[in-house]
């Protein structure tokens, strides 16, 4: 079976028109495979940006490539690379699936969508709605953390994640999430990450922690949704103390929440109009470990974005979105958004 997302965006900066952008952000085709009733491969490959070579930005990716196997009917047993369980879009990233032009803030910056790491899974779902899962995987590595650049101040994970590309392996970590559907339209679910972060190539150990809560309800016509999330990287202290005089340390702590609400205003056969609006509140560097007088540094100031749009279903499967966004730090990034999207 083949599958498949993408988008094309534009995006112009209310006050910096001059660096107004198009791009085609990603274009996805997934090969879904059944070998027998029990036993599927899934497979996406990724390209973003569309052109790919040693002077453009663009980048091919396997975005996911996993066996799953249905051990009983309530269990099922995943191996490979696959979309980590955090949070309520790392797992249904596609532009039909999410409210706004670019994916939000928080489960960018703090979850690095789209997360995926190597290692085998339980997924179990019950009868009363509740689903399981959990298990084994690879983890980040801090040792290649560039504390000359300003990646780590967009997305601290983000910019450590290896997705299983001759990823280091020394250190391993485990997770677990838990979503409840026990009642029509809502969802309720939490998940937990922790590992190691290393590679036994650092001078001390670290490791990374992160978890999330999340809530999303749609009675009628509404769609309402919310999500805290938080992590934690321990002995920053000493790994920051070789870093000292860069501009981006490795902070201790970063987390942020949004809250979302969405209206079905008018349908009519396959079209759909859903204005939304997002308040969202973000720091990738809330705090950081004590390296002494004029050596730690101040934490980040968090940043709160104001997402107001909308979302027109033209087909099943296809998606055009407008909306502004407004920082109240960086004002500078105010903009306004434009897409197209579309999944199958």
């Known amino acids: ?40 491969l899934a497979t996406e490959l990724e390209v973003e940006h569309a052109v790919t070579s040693s002077t453009d930005a663009g980048e091919v990716a396997i975005e996911q490539a996993y066996v799953e196997h249905q051990l ?102 485990v997770f677990g999430a838990l979503n409840w559907r026990g009642v029509p339209g809502l969802l309720l679910g939490g998940s937990l990450f922790t590992g190691q972060a290393t590679q036994a190539q650092a001078v001390a150990a670290a490791r990374i922690t992160l978890w999330d809560l999340h809530a999303r309800w749609t009675p009628g016509r509404w769609d309402l949704s919310a999500l805290y999330s938080r992590g934690a990287i321990s002995n920053t202290a000493a790994l920051n ?63 709160h974005v104001v997402t107001l749009g909308s979302n027109l279903q033209v087909a099943q499967g296809v998606v055009v979105k407008a909306d502004y966004q407004r920082f109240r730090l960086n004002t500078g990034l105010d903009r306004v958004n434009l897409g197209l999207g579309w999944s199958f």
């Open 1 to 40: 079976m083949l599958t498949g997302y993408g988008e094309i965006n534009y995006n112009r900066p209310t006050r910096a028109s001059q660096n107004a952008q198009a791009d085609v952000r990603r274009l996805v085709l997934g090969v879904e495979h059944r070998f027998d009733a029990r036993t599927k």
């Open 72 to 173: 009983t009917p309530t269990w099922a047993l995943r191996a490979g690379l696959f979309l980590m369980p955090a949070g309520l879009l790392n797992e249904n990233h596609e532009p039909t699936a999410y409210y706004g032009v670019e994916r939000n803030f928080v489960e960018t910056a703090i979850i690095p969508t789209t997360w995926r790491e190597g290692g085998a899974q339980l997924v179990g779902s019950f009868d009363n709605g509740i689903t399981l899962q959990g298990g084994l995987s690879t983890s980040f590595d801090l040792t290649k953390w560039d504390a000359a650049s300003d990646k780590g101040k967009d997305s601290p994970l983000g910019s450590i994640h290896q997705e299983l590309a001759l990823a280091k392996s020394h250190d391993l970590a």
């Open 241 to 303: 103390a070789t870093l000292v005089g860069n501009p981006t340390l490795i902070p201790k702590a970063f987390a942020g929440y949004y809250l979302q609400g969405a209206y079905k205003v008018w349908s009519k056969a396959d079209y759909a109009l859903s204005p939304f609006v997002r308040w969202e509140q973000f720091n990738t560097a809330s705090a950081y470990a004590d390296l002494g007088p004029g050596r730690t540094p101040e934490a980040a100031q968090a940043e």
